[in-house]
């Protein structure tokens, strides 16, 4: 440091633009209130990684979506992505109508077997009250002898 | 898509019907077996008959119910003769229901010879096209011994 009588004003005035200048390289480094994830993304931008591989950089829903799939999930969306080019294309090739029609098929079989369900409950059914009914007669029981008038 | 479901549950609902209906028209005519005709008293006019000659059997008949019925009758002898007598066959009572008094008379044929004769009734009756056609109402036969004496 030279002697102060021999500073100049615009001696001083340089010296302090100088510590003004390095004034931030002085100071002691501020403390980090910032949270993980903010905090390294910032840290990846400052180091030029932000190529989009991170999922943590991923939209909240969808961070939120990965955080959720089971390994049941996973494996039911890679068989999805196996199916076949020309499964794809077919369903691709349908349009709205073709796709109502095809609803209006499943909707058909399913309540085809709704209605095989019902008809066979009822085919049982009577097949068991008569063959019942068969053999009350045989051992001389009338199961409608209250309903039958007369005699 | 509604009309077509509409149509879909009345079609289920005739068919179930039907099968119901087929079933317990079934089921009533299978447990009718109340036997429509009792003979609750026999009576042989002629205990002893001669070969050729008359015989007489009397019978309290009390008709239950309208049904068709159908008697096969037969004479037998104690030494393995028989006689074929003609069926009785009535769609109705022909006196209508109630009790009867009714006197029969049957020629016990030439070649019968003496001991224990025996006159068989075998009756069988229908109330229902089930019965009419498949399944009659039977009951044990009437079995009515008389003696045949030597000329």
Known sequence: ?151 | MMGLRLFGYTCLGIISAAILATAGTLAWFIADRGVPVVVPETTVLTPTVKPGGRLYIRQKVNYLRDCRGNVDRALFDAHTHRAILPPVKYERPPQGLGLRVITTCFTVPEEFEPGEGQYHAAPEYACNPLQRYYWPITRAQNVVKFQIVPR
């Not at chain 1, 009588?5 to 510590?19: G, P, T, Y």
């Not at chain 1, 020309?86 to 609803?103: C, F, H, M, P, S």
């Not at chain 1, 066979?120 to 053999?135: D, E, K, Y």
Request: hydrophobic share 45%.
């Open chain 1, 1 to 151: 440091m030279p002697h102060r009588k021999e500073v100049s004003l615009e001696r001083a005035r340089e010296l302090v633009r100088i510590l003004e200048a390095q004034l931030p390289d002085r100071m002691p480094a501020p403390p980090n209130t910032e949270l993980g994830e903010r905090f390294d993304q910032r840290l990846m931008e400052s180091q030029g990684r932000r190529d989009g591989r991170d999922i943590h950089m991923f939209p909240a829903h969808l961070r939120i979506w990965f955080d959720t799939l089971s390994v049941d999930d996973v494996q039911k969306l890679e068989r999805l992505m196996a199916v076949k080019a020309e499964t794809v294309a077919w369903i691709d090739a349908k349009n709205g109508r073709e796709l109502q029609k095809l609803d209006g098929a499943v909707e058909f079989i399913t309540s085809s077997r709704t209605a095989a369900k019902v008809l066979i409950w009822i085919g049982g059914m009577a097949v068991a009250f008569v063959g019942g009914v068969a053999a009350l007669a045989k051992n001389g029981i009338d199961l409608f002898s209250m309903l039958r008038g007369g005699r």
